[in-house]
């Protein structure tokens, strides 16, 4: 559903990520962790078709992102660390435009916002302008437009901050849920103990390199994933 091929992306003289390559199956929700700084979210924003990179390859769902990123974009959501709405809108107008863009039905668009603002408790807020909304609301905002047009490939970039546990839980149980229906997830996270639960793969990155992935049981052992993450980020520190 996503694979990366020898992704290398550069700021100058510095190589964010340096060549990385990643395959994220159908069904699969795959981690990606790594210190702060240690390429993740340029990694993600570079899947997303945010970022152009340098060397590499990336396709969705056999589509290359560098030569067809408009339909790459059509399968995917992306929710970021940090939302970047447009406040000025209220809620159920922004949502509407997120439907509008992916050309989803009224019929279609109606149920799902119905669907998802309840499981999420935010459908009495939609009337509101979102410059008025916490952080917490606003990442909630930001999930239930992710899933209105039935995303094959969901990335996410810290999706749980903000979160309070309720929201969370419900989450990751959409995750599962899409991911057994054939979909894809692959999201970063610093919340160890999550990864470990949840994820069917994780990978880790430090300083743009991949230095393990695999099944959680490959990457860990008989470990704790926090005791593998911290031996490893101990190596040629």
Do not use: W
Not at 78 to 102: C, H, Q, S, V
Not at 158 to 163: A, I, K, M, Q
């Amino acid at each position: 559903m996503l694979r990366i091929e020898h992704l290398t992306k550069k700021y100058g003289d510095k190589k964010a990520v340096d060549d990385l390559s990643l395959h994220i199956q159908k069904g699969e929700i795959y981690g990606f962790i790594g210190h702060n700084g240690a390429g993740k979210t340029t990694t993600i924003k570079s899947c997303c078709g945010i970022l152009n990179f340098d060397e590499g390859e990336i396709y969705v769902d056999g589509v290359s992102v560098k030569e067809k990123p408009l339909e790459c974009k059509r399968k995917i959501a992306y929710i970021p660390d940090n939302p970047d709405l447009y406040e000025f809108m209220t809620g159920i107008k922004y949502l509407n435009f997120i439907a509008d863009i992916f050309g989803i039905s009224q019929a279609d668009r109606q149920a799902r916002i119905s669907k998802y603002a309840e499981m999420f408790e935010i459908k009495n807020a939609l009337a509101q302008t979102i410059d008025g909304y916490s952080h917490g609301m606003k990442q909630k905002l930001a999930i239930v437009s992710a899933l209105i047009h039935n995303p094959k490939l969901i990335i996410m970039d810290e999706p749980f901050v903000g979160l309070d546990p309720k929201s969370s839980h419900l989450l990751k149980a959409l995750m599962r849920e899409m991911c057994d229906k054939g979909g894809a997830i692959f999201f970063s996270t610093h919340v160890l103990e999550v990864a470990e639960k949840l994820c069917d793969k994780v990978a880790i990155i430090k300083s743009g390199k991949l230095i393990k992935s695999g099944t959680m049981d490959e990457v860990k052992g008989d470990d704790s994933l926090e005791d593998v993450f911290l031996e490893l980020e101990e190596k040629d520190a």
